[in-house]
């Protein structure tokens, strides 16, 4: 039994649907038991009640040594003492407290005043009425024959919702699959499937305990992020990947699913990590993909691995860069005279597991042979990669290793080669990435070196020339499209926010990414052409969708190019779009680079009422300095910093930083790039209001009502 099929909560139907069912609001006939000497107060009553429309049935009860029974058989729903003195009141009510102590008891005398109906009440009594005011009379039993019901259902409710505990907590006992409940960072309950993995004997060693202290530490903002989320009810059914600590100090890598729960009347919630169904079809495949693997590093084996990224590298890449990547050890030789041959392969499944640890779940690695290995990593742009292979070293130099008596560090150098989306020949990109690992490991090593594909002056203008070509083609043909990322709020509604970006259609009608035009774009001086397209087109877009805002970037030739704003203020009037549903972003590099004209574009911008941001935000020498010096909407952190975030406290520290001066600005803070559930729930943790990137939705076409005008620069 699923876990999440586990939760139980009191709801408000059950009881409504019990009101209903009770006939509160219908005009049943209610069963009343009257105490009294004489008959003559039963026929009054009688009389009053259904001319004010409320049947009622009256039984009549001369003596109190009858009403013991007629309580028992009649069920009544109100009980009326025609008084005949205090005592015989309070002999009375001792009757009710024993057979129905939940029927109200109403007194009818004679003359009502204050201390008689303290007296009444402190007897145990409801109320006391006079048949000489039928209205309140009306009133008072109008009100105690729904308080009576309310009571009655809420009783059979609660005592519903016991059942469904009990049985609640029998289903968790018996779940094969890993549960734990915790309220507030602490276990308050976990099932025997729990104890068993992670090996314990008892839930008291863990009940009472933080839920942190069972997972790695580094882990530990990305689950109380989604804790938090979980109990605001913004979890939805995404997987958290944790490290598990282990009773016995080992650690377990654990798929964790999270969903809200009820413990002791409080919400909670509950942690599940699912029982695996070993059924021979899984079996089956974790035998071959075990037989596809090296044995030492669990990574794949040489054949596996170009099998894989032929497969791979033969489907279009929908955004961003493709780069091989060679990562080898340096000096492994002068370790293995050291520490000896089988000692020394501990290094090699050392620096295999740091690699694994940087590795998104889309990236492809293998062990490409001896002290190699080739990985195939997919990013936003270049920066991204950058900085993980920056990341990937540092992490490899820091790392210690002990073996024996010694303990020693082993550094690496990493290859890069950018992989084409066009003209693909994988064995010439192995080369150039084996080329730049060979170049990095002459120039000292412990560094990551990058050969692109136009490395040379000669190569650059030869590519130049035929890319040229084809931007000026497509700008007069209008065969650039827009497509749109959905930006994502972590507060929970809908913002309708959208990131722009832009593709080239080539002749045969073939999808261009930015990644194989735009460098040749920036050398020749076309980026403002195509800013200038993608503007147009984003305002065109903006005046027939109801959007909250739409996010356009703008380059670097842009901020500098002085008739940019008249050319806007133009277009503002023919397309008839209202500026506040525009955001214009540039890159913070460029921003710290031009910051006078950066101002002056800002302060203009927004005079026309369009909002300002800057993206790839947080990784240059002075962000929040520009966060003094520029009005802003928003900030989108760097994609290069949430990559790394889920897995460093260092980059964590500095974003939450971020943020926090963000705030006190009143600056809206987007996190770009965001690829899985651990990150997001960073995010929650920090702050971070917006999220954008393949987790929350890839890009995808931007439908107009109408083929676009040609967006063409001017003179």
Not at 380 to 396: F, H, I, P, T
Not at 416 to 435: F, H, N, T
């Amino acid at each position: 039994m699923h876990a999440h099929r586990l939760i139980a909560a009191v709801t408000i139907a059950p009881l409504l649907r019990r009101l209903r069912e009770s006939g509160l609001n219908e005009q049943n006939a209610v069963p009343l038991i009257v105490l009294s000497v004489a008959r003559d107060p039963v026929e009054t009553i009688n009389s009053i009640l259904r001319r004010a429309g409320h049947p009622v049935h009256c039984t009549w009860i001369p003596a109190l040594r009858d009403l013991g029974d007629a309580l028992t058989q009649l069920n009544p729903e109100l009980l009326l003492y025609v008084d005949c003195g205090y005592e015989s009141l309070v002999a009375t009510v001792k009757v009710r407290d024993q057979i129905a102590p939940t029927v109200p008891l109403v007194v009818i005398a004679d003359a009502v005043d204050e201390e008689r109906i303290a007296a009444a009440l402190l007897a145990g009594a409801r109320d006391v009425v006079s048949l000489g005011n039928p209205e309140r009379l009306q009133a008072v039993m109008a009100r105690e024959l729904h308080t009576f019901r309310l009571e009655r259902v809420l009783g059979t409710t609660i005592k519903s919702a016991r059942d469904a505990r009990r049985e609640l907590d029998t289903a968790l006992q018996r779940s094969n699959d890993a549960i734990v409940l915790v309220q507030e960072g602490i276990t308050v309950s976990v099932n025997p499937a729990w104890l068993e993995l992670f090996g314990f004997d008892s839930s008291s060693a863990l009940v009472g305990q933080p839920i942190m202290d069972l997972f790695e530490e580094s882990r530990h903002a990305a689950l109380k992020g989604a804790l938090a989320a979980c109990l605001q009810g913004r979890w939805q059914g995404h997987t958290l990947r944790l490290d598990a600590q282990l009773s016995d100090g080992s650690t377990l890598a654990v798929e964790l699913a999270l969903s809200l729960g009820e413990h002791d009347g409080e919400p909670c919630v509950q942690l599940i990590v699912p029982a695996r169904q070993h059924d021979e079809r899984r079996i089956a495949e974790e035998l071959r993909d075990a037989a596809r693997r090296d044995a030492a590093t669990g990574l794949l084996c040489r054949g596996p691995l170009l099998e894989e990224l032929a497969a791979r590298l033969a489907t279009p890449l929908p955004g961003g860069v493709r780069y091989l990547v060679l990562m080898r050890l340096d000096k492994f030789a002068s370790i293995e005279h050291d520490v000896g041959v089988t000692a020394s392969e501990q290094f090699v499944i050392e620096s295999a597991n740091l690699l694994k640890e940087q590795l998104n779940p889309k990236d492809i690695a293998g062990r490409f042979g001896g002290v190699s290995f080739l990985v195939l990593v997919e990013r936003g742009n270049e920066r991204d990669v950058e900085a993980w292979s920056e990341q990937l070293v540092a992490k490899c130099a820091k790392n210690i290793v002990r073996i024996k008596d010694k303990s020693l560090a082993v550094s690496c150098t990493l290859g890069l080669s950018v992989v084409p989306s066009a003209d693909l020949d994988i064995e010439a990109a192995i080369a150039q990435a084996i080329e730049a690992c060979r170049v990095g490991r002459q120039r000292g090593g412990n560094q990551s070196y990058t050969t692109a594909r136009a490395d040379t002056d000669q190569r650059v203008q030869s590519y130049d020339k035929v890319w040229v070509k084809h931007i000026k083609a497509a700008l007069m043909e209008n065969r650039f499209r827009l497509v749109q990322q959905p930006v994502a709020s972590l507060k929970g509604d809908d913002p309708s926010m959208f990131d722009v970006l832009v593709r080239m259609i080539d002749p045969q009608g073939k999808e261009v990414l930015p990644a194989e035009f735009m460098a040749a774009a920036e050398r020749n001086d076309l980026l403002k052409n195509i800013d200038r397209w993608v503007v147009g087109a984003s305002l065109s877009f903006a005046a027939q969708r109801k959007l909250g805002c739409l996010f356009v970037r703008l380059s670097k030739e842009t901020v500098n190019d002085t008739s940019f704003l008249s050319w806007l203020d133009s277009h503002i009037r023919t397309s008839r779009a209202e500026p506040q549903h525009l955001c214009f972003q540039v890159p913070e590099s460029v921003a710290a680079s031009h910051i006078e004209q950066l101002r002056a574009l800002a302060s203009a911008l927004r005079q026309r009422r369009f909002r300002f941001a800057l993206e790839a935000f947080g990784g240059g020498r002075d962000s929040q300095g520009l966060l003094a010096s520029v009005e802003l909407d928003f900030v989108k952190i760097d994609g290069a910093l949430i990559q790394a975030l889920a897995k460093d406290n260092e980059i964590q520290a500095r974003v939450r930083n971020l943020v926090e001066i963000a705030a006190r600005r009143k600056i809206q803070t987007i996190a770009e790039r965001v690829e899985d559930a651990n990150t997001m729930a960073v995010l929650w943790q920090l702050g971070v209001q917006y999220i954008q990137g393949y987790f929350v939705h890839a890009p995808e076409e931007v439908v107009m009502h109408a083929d676009l005008a040609t967006q063409r620069a001017s003179a």
